[in-house]
Every structure is written in structure tokens, then in C-alpha cells.
């Protein structure tokens, strides 16, 4: 009989520990970019049995992030809550969803503040084979993430809330009480056949919202491949083919925040990214800003601590913590998610 192994981490995070936040998912690295100033407030937790891992996150801040699953995991996630301006795909995120993504799908989401998930990352075959079982395996194959929404008077619904529920209590509230072995082979025994008898997934409810969010798309992969570069407005209404009134819109209606901000705040949590997994006697702040196309080293610093609360020094100097593995940086800016 297999054995819980002993790999739990919680944590109950008051700084802006962008590199924790990444690791949730473990197999992959997730890009947390904060949509606000700190305080950046979270608690999220993981633990791991066999190839499956269990993870629970609450944020107290808005916030977008993308992830890409590798081609040999799937995803199933239900949200407890979800906060103001919640979305994935570009499309409204609904306190009671669940959300489903078939290995190698993107993961492209914006947590509006109080937003609060558990989610289990597991390998692909056992939704495949269930999803054959009821002929909606052809449905399934999106590389993006899937909505469903479960009828929670339903058996299943109740089924998946219940086990999703233990997550939160255990990774959140802490309770230890919660047996994660007995949660897992109820898991096993109801969880693949109750989502997959939730497909076809919830339609994309504007053409027009859609639009929107493929200029929103557009310009953050130019972005993301031109960071080190010096980027003005004019370049990303040129990457997104919209006006400059269009763009500033748009911005507003997925992140809440203007196209410049975003850049410079793009730009200051890769900084802090290489900050935080450097060693001080091999780098300098200088030069590592300089690496992120932030010119203006006594800006940078300001703005740096208006976001994170502290001086990029400080972040340069601070131990490195030990967090699980991921297979790939929690922050990529040269993945291209077209």
C-alpha cells in the first residue's frame, strides 16, 4: 500500500513571496504578476501522494497568472470563491466552478482580491478513459482550461464540493483532521467520472469580450519577448492592432490597471524573480535591472519598494528559501501562449 509521502508545505504569506506563489502547482511554474501594491496577503498549501498533488490557495490581493501543464499531467480545480473581476480565458470565473485542464492546456487567469481554489494535478489517463466512457473525449481536447459548472444538489456535485472542501480545510484552516490518504481513494473512486459527466463546458458568453481578449493576449506575449527592450505605448497598440483609447480599455476591463503599469509591474516582478534566486557575491541590483529593461536605477528602487515593501538589496541579500521543485521556472516571459 502506498504511503502519504512526508512533502506538505503550507504557507501563510504576508510579503510578496512571488516565487512560493509560483510553486503551487509543483510539476509546473506559474507567473504571478500582483495587480496591486503590497500588501500582498495569501495562504496556500500542497501536499503529494504518488503522482498526484494536492494543492489550496486563498489571495487577498488581485493578481494575474498563467501556467502551461505538462503533457503528461491534467488539472481539475474547484473555486470556493471568486472574487471581483475573476476570469480564465478571458471569461467570467464563478464562485462553485470547476475548471479542467488535459495535459499540455494553458492556464490563463486573473484572481480578483478574495479569490480562494483547490485544485488536483494528476497524470492524464484516468479523466481520458472516463471521458471516452461517455463519449466526450473529442470535447475535451482544448489546450485551455475548461469551465463546468456541477449541479451541487446533484450526488456528484456534492461529491466533488465535499472533496475539494477537504482541501481548503486542510491547506487553509489547518485542519489535521482531514485525512488527505482517505480523501485520495475517494477521489479515485468518484472524482474522474463525476467532471467528465460535466462536459460540454460552459460557452464563451461575448464574441466582442473574446476580441477583447486576444489584443490583451497579443500584447502581453509581445511583451513578454521584448521585456529587456525599451517598449512604448505605441508598440503595444501596434502588437495588440488597437487604438490607444481601445487598449487602455481593454486593460481596464481584464487587469484593472493601465498598459504602462502592467509593463513596469511585469518588469519589476521579473526583477524580483532574479533577485530572489541570486547570490549576492556573484550579482549586482545594477545589473540585474539593467537585465530587465529597468534604466533608471533610483526609479526602479522606488517602485520596487512600493510593490514588494522592501529595497532590491534587501531582496538580493535575504536567504533563499526551499521550496518543492518545479519542472520549469515559475515565471517564463519567453513562453509564447498563442
Avoid at 179 to 194: C, I, Q, R, T, V
Avoid at 209 to 229: D, P
Wanted: proline share 5%.
Amino acid at each position: 500500500m502506498n504511503a502519504m509521502i512526508s512533502n506538505e508545505w503550507r504557507r501563510d504569506m504576508s510579503d510578496p513571496d512571488l516565487h512560493a506563489l509560483g510553486s503551487l502547482l509543483r510539476v509546473c511554474g506559474m507567473a504571478v504578476t500582483p495587480l496591486t501594491p503590497a500588501p500582498m496577503r495569501a495562504v496556500f498549501g500542497s501536499d503529494e501522494h504518488d503522482d498526484n498533488v494536492f494543492s489550496s490557495a486563498r489571495y487577498d490581493f488581485p493578481l494575474r497568472t498563467r501556467f502551461r501543464l505538462p503533457e503528461d499531467r491534467f488539472l481539475i480545480a474547484y473555486v470556493h470563491a471568486a472574487g471581483e473581476g475573476s476570469w480564465v480565458g478571458g471569461e467570467k470565473l464563478e464562485t462553485g466552478m470547476v475548471l479542467v485542464g488535459m495535459p499540455g492546456s494553458r492556464g490563463e487567469l486573473r484572481f480578483g482580491e478574495g479569490t480562494s481554489w483547490s485544485l488536483l494535478v494528476s497524470s492524464g489517463q484516468h479523466l481520458r478513459r472516463e471521458l471516452s466512457r461517455l463519449g466526450h473525449y473529442a470535447e475535451s481536447t482544448s489546450r485551455r482550461l475548461q469551465r463546468l459548472i456541477p449541479d451541487e444538489e446533484s450526488e456528484a456535485g456534492e461529491r466533488l464540493r465535499s472533496a475539494f472542501e477537504c482541501m481548503r480545510l486542510r491547506f487553509i484552516d489547518q485542519r489535521r483532521d482531514i485525512n488527505l490518504k482517505a480523501m485520495l481513494e475517494n477521489l479515485k473512486s468518484h472524482l474522474f467520472g463525476d467532471v467528465a459527466s460535466l462536459f460540454p463546458g460552459v460557452p464563451d458568453t461575448s464574441r466582442t469580450r473574446h476580441s477583447h481578449y486576444l489584443v490583451l493576449r497579443r500584447v502581453e506575449n509581445f511583451i513578454a519577448a521584448n521585456l529587456r527592450h525599451e517598449i512604448r505605448l505605441r508598440d503595444l497598440c501596434d502588437a495588440g492592432s488597437a487604438s490607444e483609447r481601445n487598449l487602455r480599455y481593454i486593460f481596464d476591463e481584464f487587469l484593472g490597471i493601465s498598459p504602462n503599469h502592467y509593463l513596469s509591474t511585469l518588469r519589476l516582478c521579473e526583477a524580483r524573480r532574479h533577485l530572489s534566486e541570486a547570490q549576492p557575491e556573484h550579482n549586482t541590483v545594477r545589473a540585474i535591472a539593467l537585465e530587465c529593461g529597468l534604466w533608471d536605477l533610483s526609479r526602479f528602487a522606488e517602485s520596487y519598494r512600493q510593490l514588494f515593501g522592501e529595497l532590491p538589496s534587501e531582496t538580493l541579500k535575504v536567504c533563499k528559501t526551499s521550496l518543492p521543485e518545479t519542472r520549469t521556472p515559475y515565471l517564463s516571459p519567453s513562453i509564447q501562449y498563442t
